[in-house]
C-alpha cells in the first residue's frame, strides 16, 4: 500500500518535471521569435555596430537555437539561471529577492479570502435566497468585473491617501526599509524573528490593503466555488438523514457537509493560490511591491529572457509543488483512504 | 470556534492598522526621493548609461571638471582638478589635481588614478565610450596618451580640439576618477573590475553608495570626508515608484520628498495642496520627428517643409504634454553652449497645402510606427489628423519601445517620433548625431548617427562645419558655427526637432536647492538642505 503510493508520488513528480520542461521550451521559443532585440537592452540606443556585435556573442546568440537552449537547460540543473540583463544580476539572486514578496503578498491574501469566503459560502448555501446569499452574489459580481487597478488605486487614495489608516506603495516606510535581518525575505516573518514589533506594525501597514484587495478578488472565486459545493451537498440524502436523527442544523451544515466538500475545496484555494502567485502583477505595480509579477513583465517587455525563463521556473515550480500539496492533502481528507 | 478565533483575528488586524507610529514625516537629515529606477544596468561608470544609473554615479564619483549644482550656467568648473593649461599646439591639456581629496575607501586620490579610470574606460569600450575616443584614444595608444606624473595629468590628443568640448567632455559620467587599488583587488578574469564595479562603486563622491536593489531601491549615505565638506543629508533614499499617482500620494502624505514622475493630471491636482512645491527644469531630452528619406514620399523636400507646419506646436504642448514640454525647433536644447532659440515653423495647415499643391502633390499614404507611450501616441494622432487635412494618410502602429529602437536602427520607421538625450554636455553631442553623417550608404551602419537613421544624407558643407567646430578655439566663434548650422539645419533637414522636455519635481516645502542635472547633467544631490 504505503509503496503503491510513493510510486504514484514519484509519478507524479515526474510528469510535473516534464511539464515545467515542456513549459520551459516554449517560453524559450517564444522569447527567441519574440519581435524584442535583447542585446539593444545591454548596449542601448547608442552603441556602435561593433560594440554591438561583441554582445551578441558575448549572450551567445551567435549559436543555433537547440544549443543555447540545451546550454540553457544543463546551466539551470546546476542551478544557474544567468544573467538578467535588465538588472544586471544573476536571475538567482534576483528571483530570491523577489519572490518572497509575491509569496507574503500571496500567502495572506489567499488566508483572507479564505477565512472571509468560506463562511460566506457556506451561509449563503445554508441560507439560499437570503440576506447573506444576496449579499455574497453582489461581492462576487463585483470582485468579478471590477478592475483591480481602479480597486486598488481608490484604496489607496482612500485608506492611505484620506484616512491615513495604512501604509503607503512599498514594502515597509523609509525609516524600517532594510532596518530588519533578511532571514526568509518575507518582511512580516522577519520583523517577528527579529522581534521588532515596530517593523512588524509597519511591514504590516504596508500589506493589508494589497492584500486586501488580492483577498478579495480569491474570496469572490472561493465564496462562489464553496456556495455551490455545499448546494449540492445539501440536496444529498444524507444530509436528510442527518436532520431526520435529530442533529442541530449547525452540526449539519459546519461538520457533515463542510466536512463533504474539503476536498474540491482544497483544490480551488490551491488554484486561487497559484493564481495570486502569478497573476498579481497589477496590484504589485500600483502598490509598488517588489514582487515576481512584475518582474517577469518587466523581463517580457525588455526582452530579458533570463529573468523571463527563471520567474516562469519558479511559477511553474509553485504549481507542481501546490498540486503535490493539494494531492497530500486530497489522501488525508479522504475519507477511503485511511 | 472558528468564528470566536476569526473574529479575534479581525479585531487584531484593525487595531494594527490604526497604529499611528508608521506614519511619521521623513526624518530631518533623509531626503527621499520616488523616481522610476528600473533602467539601472550597471553601476560601473565606463558602461553606465542610463538615467538612473548616471543619477547614482554623479553623486558617488567625482571627475576633473564638474558643474556647480547651485551654479549650472556657469558651466564646467574646477573639481578634482584644480587647474589646467593648454599646450601651445591645443594637442594636450595638463591637469593639475588637489591633494585633499579622497576615495571612499580612505585611499588619496591621486593623478595615476585619474589617469587610468580614463585608460579603464577606453579599454573596455563599453557604449559610453566613445565620448572619449572620439579624442582619438585607442585601447592601444590611451596609454602613451593619457599620462601623469606627480599630481599632474596630461592629455594628448589626436587634433587640436576645442579645449570647451574635451573639458565639457569630461564632466560626463564615463569620465569619473574610479580608486584603482580597490576596483583592481576586485578584479577578475581581466575585466578591470567592471563585474564587480556593475553593483559596487569605488568613487571620492559625496555620497557612499550603501545599497542597491534592483527595481526597489537605492540608498545613499553621507560621505563624512567628502572634500568640499560633508553633505547636509545624511541619507539619501531613492525609491522606485513606477505610477505618477502613488508618488503623489506619498508626497501629499509626507513619506517622501521629492516625486520625478508626475503627470500633468498629477502635477495639476497637486499644485494646490497646502506644503508641495513644482519646480520646473528643464532637460535636455528633444521630441522630434524623423522623415526617413527612404521612403518615397518623405524624399520629396516640399514634403518635408509641408510637414513642418503640420504639427500643432502650441495646441500640443498646451494640452496632452501641458507642462512637461515646450515648443523648441533647433536641435541643441536650450542650456547647451549655441543653442538656437528661434522657431521658425508654426502650425499652419493652408500653407501645409499650398506646399504640397505647388510640388503637385495629390497625396499619399505613409504608415509608421510609433512607441506605445501615451505622449507619443497622442502627438501621432495629432499629426494624424492635420495630415488628413492636405490629403496624406499616416497610419499609425503602435510597438513597445524595444521594438521601435529596433525597426528605426534598421532604418525602417517612416516617421520616427521619439526623443533624444544628449550624451554629454557639449553641443557637438547633438550636432554629430543629428547633422553629421559622412556615408549614407546600408553599409556604414552608423546606427548611432541619427541622420543615418533617417537615411539623411547630410550635405559635405554641413559634416564639415561640424567637424570644424570641434576644432574651433575661440569659445565665442564656436557658439556662432553652432548657430550657423542650426539655422541651415531648420532650413533643410527632414530630421524635425519639435519640443524640449522639461521636467516637473514635485517637493515638500522644506526642500531646497534641488538641482536634477537641468539640460547638461544628473541629478545632485549634495547642496540639497531641508528647512522647517
Known amino acids: 500500500m504505503r509503496r503503491r503510493r510513493a510510486r504514484s508520488v514519484a509519478g507524479t513528480i515526474l510528469s510535473l518535471a516534464l511539464t515545467l520542461l515542456g513549459l520551459l521550451l516554449v517560453t524559450f521559443i517564444i522569447g527567441r521569435v519574440m519581435p524584442i532585440d535583447p542585446v539593444l537592452k545591454v548596449v542601448g540606443d547608442r552603441a556602435t555596430q561593433a560594440q554591438y556585435d561583441a554582445a551578441y556573442i558575448a549572450m551567445g546568440l551567435d549559436q543555433p537555437l537547440v544549443v543555447q537552449f540545451l546550454t540553457y537547460i544543463g546551466d539551470v540543473l546546476r542551478g544557474d539561471f544567468g544573467r538578467s540583463i535588465s538588472t544586471g544580476q544573476p536571475v538567482s539572486a534576483d528571483i530570491a529577492r523577489v519572490f518572497p514578496a509575491t509569496l507574503e503578498l500571496a500567502t495572506l491574501g489567499t488566508l483572507i479570502g479564505v477565512v472571509m469566503g468560506v463562511p460566506l459560502g457556506v451561509i449563503a448555501a445554508a441560507r439560499r435566497g437570503g440576506i447573506i446569499d444576496q449579499v455574497a452574489r453582489v461581492v462576487a459580481l463585483v470582485g468579478y468585473s471590477m478592475p483591480i487597478f481602479w480597486l486598488g488605486l481608490m484604496g489607496l487614495l482612500i485608506f492611505y491617501g484620506m484616512l491615513g489608516w495604512v501604509g503607503g506603495p512599498g514594502r515597509q516606510g523609509i525609516l524600517y526599509d532594510g532596518m530588519v535581518p533578511n532571514v526568509t525575505g518575507m518582511v512580516l516573518v522577519d520583523s517577528l524573528i527579529a522581534g521588532d514589533w515596530p517593523a512588524f506594525q509597519d511591514a504590516f501597514s504596508h500589506i493589508i490593503l494589497p492584500a486586501s484587495l488580492l483577498g478579495y478578488y480569491s474570496l469572490a472565486y472561493i465564496s462562489r466555488m464553496t456556495r455551490s459545493f455545499m448546494l449540492e451537498q445539501l440536496s444529498q440524502e444524507y444530509i436528510t438523514t442527518a436532520r431526520v436523527k435529530g442533529l442541530s442544523e449547525r452540526a449539519v451544515i459546519w461538520r457533515h457537509a463542510l466536512g463533504n466538500i474539503a476536498i474540491p475545496l482544497v483544490t480551488v484555494i490551491a488554484l486561487s493560490f497559484g493564481s495570486l502567485l502569478e497573476g498579481s502583477v497589477l496590484t504589485e505595480i500600483i502598490f509598488s511591491w517588489p514582487g515576481l509579477g512584475s518582474y517577469i513583465t518587466r523581463g517580457l517587455l525588455s526582452g530579458d529572457m533570463n529573468a523571463v525563463l527563471g520567474g516562469t521556473v519558479v511559477v511553474g515550480a509553485c504549481f507542481v509543488v501546490l498540486n503535490l500539496l493539494s494531492d497530500i492533502l486530497y489522501r488525508f481528507l479522504d475519507p477511503r483512504s485511511t | ?532
Open chain 2, 1 to 532: 470556534m472558528t468564528f470566536h478565533l476569526t473574529s479575534r483575528a479581525v479585531l487584531l488586524a484593525s487595531a494594527l492598522a490604526f497604529a499611528p507610529a508608521a506614519f511619521a514625516e521623513t526624518p530631518a537629515d533623509t531626503l527621499v526621493v520616488a523616481h522610476t529606477i528600473d533602467d539601472i544596468i550597471s553601476l560601473d561608470p565606463a558602461q553606465s548609461f542610463e538615467f538612473s544609473g548616471n543619477d547614482v554615479n554623479n553623486n558617488t564619483y567625482d571627475r576633473l571638471v564638474d558643474f556647480d549644482p547651485l551654479d549650472p550656467e556657469a558651466g564646467f568648473q574646477p573639481s578634482l582638478a584644480e587647474s589646467w593649461e593648454v599646450s601651445e599646439d591645443g594637442l594636450s591639456i595638463t591637469f593639475t589635481l588637489r591633494e585633499d581629496a579622497t576615495f571612499h575607501s580612505g585611499n588619496p586620490v591621486r593623478a595615476q588614478d585619474a589617469a587610468w579610470s580614463l585608460q579603464r574606460a577606453v579599454k573596455l569600450d563599453k557604449t559610453p565610450a566613445f565620448i572619449l575616443t572620439q579624442f582619438g584614444f585607442t585601447a592601444e595608444n590611451v596609454d602613451q596618451m593619457i599620462t601623469f606624473e606627480g599630481n599632474t595629468l596630461t592629455l594628448t590628443m589626436d587634433k587640436p580640439y576645442a579645449p570647451s568640448f574635451v573639458l565639457n567632455c569630461l564632466t560626463a559620467n564615463i569620465a569619473s576618477v574610479v580608486d584603482m587599488e580597490t576596483v583592481m583587488a576586485n578584479e577578475a578574469d581581466g575585466d578591470l573590475g567592471n563585474g564587480w564595479l556593475n553593483t559596487n562603486e569605488a568613487g571620492s563622491g559625496a555620497y557612499v553608495l550603501a545599497a542597491w536593489r534592483p527595481n526597489e531601491q537605492v540608498q545613499l549615505t553621507a560621505y563624512e570626508d567628502y572634500w568640499q565638506g560633508a553633505p547636509t543629508m545624511k541619507r539619501v533614499i531613492v525609491r522606485n515608484v513606477a505610477e505618477s499617482s502613488a508618488q503623489r500620494l506619498l508626497l501629499e502624505q509626507g513619506d517622501i520628498d521629492v516625486a520625478r514622475n508626475l503627470t500633468p493630471t498629477d502635477v495639476e491636482s497637486i499644485a494646490s495642496v497646502e506644503g508641495v512645491t513644482i519646480q520646473d527644469e528643464p532637460r535636455g531630452r528633444i521630441l522630434y520627428m524623423g522623415l526617413n528619406q527612404k521612403d518615397e514620399l518623405l524624399s520629396n523636400p516640399a514634403v518635408v517643409e509641408a510637414m513642418k507646419h503640420l504639427v500643432d506646436y502650441e495646441g500640443i504642448t498646451s494640452s496632452f504634454l501641458k507642462g512637461q514640454f515646450v515648443t523648441h525647433q533647433s536641435f541643441l536644447p536650450r542650456g547647451y553652449l549655441g543653442a538656437l532659440d528661434e522657431t521658425p515653423w508654426t502650425y499652419d495647415i493652408e500653407k501645409a497645402r499650398q506646399i504640397l499643391t505647388d510640388a503637385g502633390i495629390e497625396g499619399g499614404t505613409i504608415t509608421t510606427r510609433v512607441r506605445d507611450l501615451r505622449e507619443y501616441i497622442d502627438v501621432a494622432q495629432t499629426l494624424q489628423a492635420a495630415m488628413g487635412q492636405v490629403g496624406l494618410t499616416l497610419e499609425i502602429e503602435q510597438m513597445t519601445g524595444a521594438q521601435v529602437l529596433d525597426a528605426y536602427r534598421a532604418r525602417e520607421v517612416p516617421i520616427f517620433l521619439g526623443e533624444w538625450g544628449p550624451d554629454y554636455s557639449d553641443p557637438n553631442t547633438n550636432a554629430a548625431t543629428f547633422a553629421y553623417n559622412p556615408d549614407n550608404s546600408d553599409e556604414a551602419a552608423a546606427v548611432g548617427l541619427l541622420a543615418w537613421r533617417n537615411a539623411y544624407e547630410v550635405p559635405a558643407e554641413m559634416n564639415e562645419a561640424t567637424v570644424a567646430a570641434t576644432l574651433e578655439q575661440d569659445t565665442d566663434t564656436r557658439a556662432a558655427m553652432y548657430q550657423d548650422i542650426q539655422r541651415q539645419y531648420q532650413a533643410e533637414a527632414p530630421i524635425v526637432p519639435l519640443f524640449q522636455r522639461i521636467e516637473q519635481v514635485g517637493m515638500g516645502d522644506g526642500v531646497q536647492n534641488w538641482w536634477s542635472g537641468g539640460a547638461i547633467s544628473s541629478v545632485m544631490y549634495r547642496q540639497v538642505t531641508k528647512g522647517e
